[in-house]
């Protein structure tokens, strides 16, 4: 019966974020077939735009749901959907702001993502596109995250798999059959995104179970809950855009332009694993903070427990794929033909695959501790990750092994933050006086 609540949660949250990551890597696919290598590059610039659009999203919606988990856990209704409600009237508000800062700051915002003489009209058409499309952005991600708090994860699912599908064929139709391009390419995210808002605001307005629309008294204080709340796991899907930066700094100064081409390709695959992870991590979150809400603590370790092991069975099925066949991967953008680049890539996957035998662990962990409201905690595991123990590793191996060093860097940064999280679970555990295999 747990296992299938674990699975009933988990698996539509994966699905989700497997396709939220099919975005960029659709878009990867089809520019680099459609137009060039050039174009290719200047897409993985941009992603740490798409990837700070999804992260404000996701960073109310975690806490949100956090909160609205719990009251609904104590059989608060009616403060759950005034929540509900006035998030995403603020977040709306807020989302054309961003819109609009995006667009009057275009021309130093694509500087400062690293676009070249040579990529920069790509990325200020990229970037500037989907800065029009932020509030679909945001409110999508949103409620796919509450629509799983409403208790009907596998509607989730659909609406995300309609925004991927409504992607992949506007790829097709506007880069490969019109040739708008890179225009094109983002045009079809930016559309792809207002088509799943749609499917979730019909599902809020005329099929929801327990959370629906209603009148709300705004109190923008209680933000001093959501953002603590949601830090850890925004910052969880923040830090892929600020990992892709990071390195693409490090690359235009180590390597040169060429080497964008080959860490392109490496981001994409770091963002479907990394978004596999995160769905475990967000698909375990709502019942665990439930059950905490009604103080059902053996039952929020028993789901650690299952994501745990999901977690560790594909962390092996990737690496594993990874280390033996990394030109599958690599073939889906890049032609054999070009063989140097080609090899290059192979053997620079293989290096960062490593640093996925811990991230899972690490993303996993610091859900769990957002879940049960340990903010502290599980910022400071997202915060090593993204940030801090990744730029230091990158500064450190960039210095002692030049190239190879670059693509070695996640590894020890990922190595690093696992100790950490595994201190804080064992706090955690110590307190409560149980171990998470109860």
């Not at 749609?198 to 008294?217: G, H, N, P, Q, S």
């Not at 690490?362 to 123990?389: D, H, Q």
Request: glycine share 8%; hydrophobic share 55%; aromatic share 14%.
């Amino acid at each position: 019966m747990l296992l299938k609540k674990f699975f009933r949660f988990v698996l539509p949250s994966v699905v989700s974020m497997w396709i939220f990551a099919l975005y960029t890597i659709i878009d990867g696919m089809f520019v680099a077939r459609g137009v060039g290598e050039e174009a290719l590059a200047a897409v993985n610039l941009s992603t740490p735009y798409v990837i700070f659009i999804f992260t404000i999203g996701l960073l109310t919606a975690a806490g949100t749901s956090t909160l609205i988990s719990i009251a609904l856990g104590r059989q608060q209704e009616e403060e759950a959907s005034g929540l509900f409600t006035m998030n995403l009237a603020v977040m709306t508000v807020f989302s054309l702001a961003v819109t609009a800062v995006s667009q009057i700051c275009l021309e130093p915002l694509v500087l400062v993502l690293g676009a070249t003489e040579s990529t920069m009209e790509y990325v200020k058409d990229y970037v500037g596109t989907i800065s029009c499309f932020a509030v679909f952005f945001i409110l999508s991600y949103n409620m796919e995250a509450l629509v799983k708090t409403d208790g009907t994860p596998v509607v989730s699912a659909v609406g995300v798999c309609a925004c991927g599908l409504t992607n992949v064929v506007l790829d097709y139709v506007f880069v490969m059959k019109l040739h708008w391009g890179v225009f094109g390419a983002s045009f079809a995210t930016g559309l792809a995104q207002m088509a799943s808002t749609m499917i979730f605001l019909l599902y809020f307005a005329k099929f929801r179970k327990t959370l629906r629309f209603r009148k709300f008294r705004l109190n923008l204080q209680v933000y001093r809950q959501i953002i603590p709340l949601g830090l850890s796991s925004g910052f969880t899907e923040l830090s892929g855009g600020i990992v892709i930066f990071l390195f693409n700094q490090a690359i235009l100064r180590v390597i040169g332009e060429s080497g964008i081409v080959s860490y392109t390709v490496i981001s994409y695959v770091n963002t479907l694993v990394l978004n596999t992870m995160s769905g475990i991590a967000q698909g375990i979150q709502p019942v665990i903070s439930f059950h905490y809400g009604a103080e059902e603590h053996y039952l929020c370790r028993k789901f650690l427990s299952y994501a745990m092991k999901m977690t560790l069975a594909v962390t092996a099925v990737c690496f594993l794929l990874l280390e033996l066949f990394p030109g599958m991967f690599v073939g889906i953008f890049l032609d054999k033909g070009n063989g140097v680049l080609f090899s290059y890539t192979e053997k620079a996957l293989r290096l960062y695959a490593l640093s996925f035998l811990f991230l899972g662990f690490n993303v996993v962990s610091a859900g769990y501790l957002t879940a049960i409201e340990k903010p502290a905690f599980s910022f400071t595991i997202s915060m090593g990750r993204g940030l801090a123990a990744i730029a230091l590793s990158l500064g450190i191996m960039t210095a002692l092994f030049g190239e190879s060093g670059i693509w070695c860097a996640p590894f020890f940064s990922e190595a690093f933050c696992a100790i950490m999280s595994a201190l804080f679970l064992k706090a955690v555990f110590h307190l409560t006086g149980n171990c998470v295999s109860c």
